[in-house]
């Protein structure tokens, strides 16, 4: 679902957008539509482009790569750095920490967002005003790196998991759509079931949250993607390699000579052979699973964005 | 601050109803805590993890940020050992590395937003104009792919599209003229930079203007034809206006992110070769942090950065409520 079904369910007629203003469409309007189609679809180009490239580099061989004949296709075909790559038992280890961090991370994200969210949606509660700009006022100014860090390192959450997922548990944009959503639900619901005996938890996990899968999807997407792209916070905090999410032996390839140190057996073993395919391999190794689900999550997406924007 | 973004008008009625007046005094409010408690514990008992995390997480940083005025010793406290006033401030406001990486700060902060902020109008503009729906969403769902790439990842192609053997430099070979070595090369960092920043952020950047478009109101263009307005008019004058109030929004928070910019990605990228325009606040404190580990002077560094960014938001939030009467909250 994009923008027109989204608006479509809204229930907000039709409004005339560029399409329906002019009677009988002009010459120079003709030309302005001409014009349009080729800008949109070097756009389009421009954008698919890269991965185009990345995926016909990780399939050719190095030689070819080097004298700088690979561009939309394959040359010298052959699937060796993707056995190498495969075969490489710190590629995979590397793997599932990603899958681990962001499922471990998403699940504390979505809980604790989920928990204030609801919170911040009691328009009679004591306190709520204070309560949503302790949130908000952290979108403007934050602590920094170096606190911290100083901060994470005391804690002794370096080199664990917990270095990840929990100083970035809750993003105030996410907290804020959801909040959003919590709004407009019918308090009649709630008023019932309080009625009818069920407490704060009860009405939350039986009434709210079953009635909000649409939004609790979202944000599931959201935060997972956040988390399945980050870097940063492991590249700081963890300093070993079996640690370490594929986000960082990625970026240890392309870091270099000096990060080619720090990278799995197969760099060292094979720099000279295939330094270059194996980069390609490795992006298009990280960037497969979102490419996969994309054209099926995309729609929540926008969605979740637009709920933030016209609501929150 | 109860809102992110001011809806566009007209909204829905339920939300505008929402976002603008402000709940009405009713006596319940005025309830003293104690009767607050006792009726709602359990709401607040649900807020106690959250709140222990922005505690501890945003704003115990934020008071850590005391070590740029004083002495910090790694193994010590997390809030320095003693005072030394402004020592690290005066440090950096004579060290002449600060102002390169200051001027870079804020030449690439304005580039990127005078790339990234308007391109996205553009493209909604255009995308509005396309008749086939079928591809407008095709355009539309290639134009976000770039937005849910790590930067990683983002880095990584950049870096080969560049590279010696990369297309763009056969592009440039083809056309007659010699290889460069694009991200060596100090004078093609920003070009770079800005231009990967566009390639990822436009698409995504024209969601909210689409959203915007639907709601500008279609009396609107019919009263501009039956005056004579050309499209191009009923562009300027119709539509524009329509979708100000998200653009000023955007621009608001776009300047919010001025001082931070692409931190990340600017780390992946840059080299000592093109530090003199790659270099800035955020990736300079980073080394002096934890290559020199002076910790100090890079808190001074970042909490200087977090400052000129908070009043930069606030000035932008205050002009734009002066002015267009659109803010945040």
Redesign the interface.
């Known amino acids: 679902m994009t923008i027109d079904a989204a608006e479509a369910t809204s229930g907000s007629p039709r409004p005339v957008s560029g399409r329906g203003r002019g009677v009988r469409p002009t010459r120079g309007y003709r030309v302005f539509q001409a014009v349009n189609a080729v800008v949109l679809t070097a756009v389009v180009v421009v954008t698919l482009y890269p991965f185009v490239n990345v995926v016909a580099r990780s399939l050719s061989d190095e030689g070819y790569i080097i004298a700088g004949q690979v561009n939309l296709v394959p040359r010298g075909f052959n699937l060796d750095t993707y056995r190498l790559v495969l075969a490489d038992s710190m590629f995979w280890t590397n793997y599932r920490n990603t899958v681990v961090y962001t499922v471990v991370a998403t699940v504390i994200s979505i809980v604790l967002t989920t928990c204030y969210a609801y919170v911040l949606s009691k328009k009679h509660l004591r306190g709520r005003t204070a309560l949503v700009g302790i949130a908000v006022f952290t979108m403007f100014f934050s602590g920094g790196l170096i606190p911290n860090y100083v901060l994470v390192t005391s804690l002794g959450m370096k080199n664990t998991i917990w270095a990840i997922a929990v100083p970035n548990a809750i993003n105030v944009f996410n907290l804020l759509v959801m909040k959003a959503f919590f709004e407009s639900l019918p308090d009649e619901l709630e008023e019932a079931a309080a009625v009818d005996g069920l407490n704060t938890y009860g009405i939350l996990l039986r009434i709210v949250l079953p009635l909000s899968k649409a939004i609790v999807a979202t944000m599931v997407l959201f935060y997972a993607v956040a988390f399945w792209n980050s870097w940063f916070a492991a590249f700081l905090y963890l300093d070993r390699q079996d640690l370490w999410p594929v986000t960082i032996y990625l970026r240890n390839l392309i870091a270099g000579a000096t990060g080619a140190e720090n990278v799995g057996a197969i760099a060292e073993a094979d720099e000279v052979q295939a330094e270059a395919t194996l980069k390609s391999v490795t992006i298009v190794l990280t960037t497969l699973p979102i490419l996969l689900v994309y054209p099926f999550v995309q729609r929540y997406f926008v969605r979740g964005v637009m709920l933030g924007a016209v609501k929150g | 601050?109860?809102?992110?973004?001011r809806?566009?008008p007209p909204?829905?009625p339920?939300?505008s109803a929402?976002?603008r007046s402000p709940?009405p005094r009713s006596p319940?409010?005025r309830?003293s805590?104690r009767q607050?408690l006792r009726r709602?514990w359990?709401?607040?008992s649900?807020?106690v993890?959250?709140?222990l995390?922005?505690l501890?997480?945003?704003?115990?940083?934020?008071?850590?940020?005391v070590?740029a005025f004083r002495r910090?010793k790694p193994s010590g406290s997390?809030f320095g050992e003693y005072w030394v006033g402004l020592r690290y401030f005066r440090m950096f406001f004579t060290d002449p590395t600060f102002w390169d990486v200051f001027t870079n700060t804020l030449l690439l902060g304005t580039l990127t937003l005078l790339f990234c902020f308007p391109l996205p109008i553009v493209?909604a503009l255009?995308?509005?104009?396309?008749?086939t729906?079928r591809?407008?969403?095709?355009?539309?769902?290639?134009?976000?792919?770039?937005h849910?790439?790590?930067?990683?990842?983002v880095?990584?192609?950049v870096?080969?599209?560049t590279s010696?053997?990369?297309?763009v430099?056969?592009l440039v070979?083809a056309t007659g003229g010699e290889?460069v070595p694009f991200l060596q090369r100090a004078e093609w960092f920003r070009t770079i930079y800005v231009s990967s920043e566009v390639?990822q952020t436009?698409?995504w950047g024209t969601?909210?203007y689409?959203?915007a478009?639907?709601?500008?109101?279609?009396d609107l263009?019919?009263a501009a034809?039956i005056d004579g307005a050309?499209?191009w008019r009923?562009t300027w004058h119709v539509t524009l206006p329509g979708i100000r109030p998200?653009m000023v929004t955007l621009l608001i928070l776009n300047i919010?992110t001025f001082m931070a910019v692409g931190f990340?990605k600017i780390?992946?990228l840059y080299?000592p070769l093109t530090y003199p325009t790659a270099d800035v606040l955020?990736t300079y404190?980073?080394r002096m942090?934890?290559g020199s580990s002076n910790?100090s002077y890079?808190?001074a560094i970042?909490?200087f950065?977090?400052v000129i960014?908070?009043v930069l938001?606030?000035t932008a939030n205050l002009i734009a409520r002066r002015t267009v009467g659109t803010s945040l909250?």
């Open positions: 601050m109860t809102s992110t973004l809806p566009p909204a829905p339920g939300a929402q976002a709940v319940r409010r309830r805590w607050a709602d359990q709401l607040y649900l807020a993890l959250p709140l995390f922005f501890v997480f945003r704003y115990l940083p934020m008071i850590g940020n070590i910090f997390i493209l255009l995308l509005n104009e396309v008749r729906r591809l407008k969403q095709f355009v539309q769902s290639v134009s976000y792919l770039p849910f790439l790590s930067i990683v990842i880095a990584a192609m870096m080969q599209l010696i053997d990369g297309t430099n056969q070979q290889a390639w436009v698409g969601i909210l689409l959203a478009l639907t709601t500008v109101d279609a263009y019919e034809r050309s499209r009923q998200t919010g990340e780390l992946l080299n955020s404190l980073f942090g934890f910790f890079a808190a970042g909490l950065e977090a960014g908070l938001v606030l909250s």
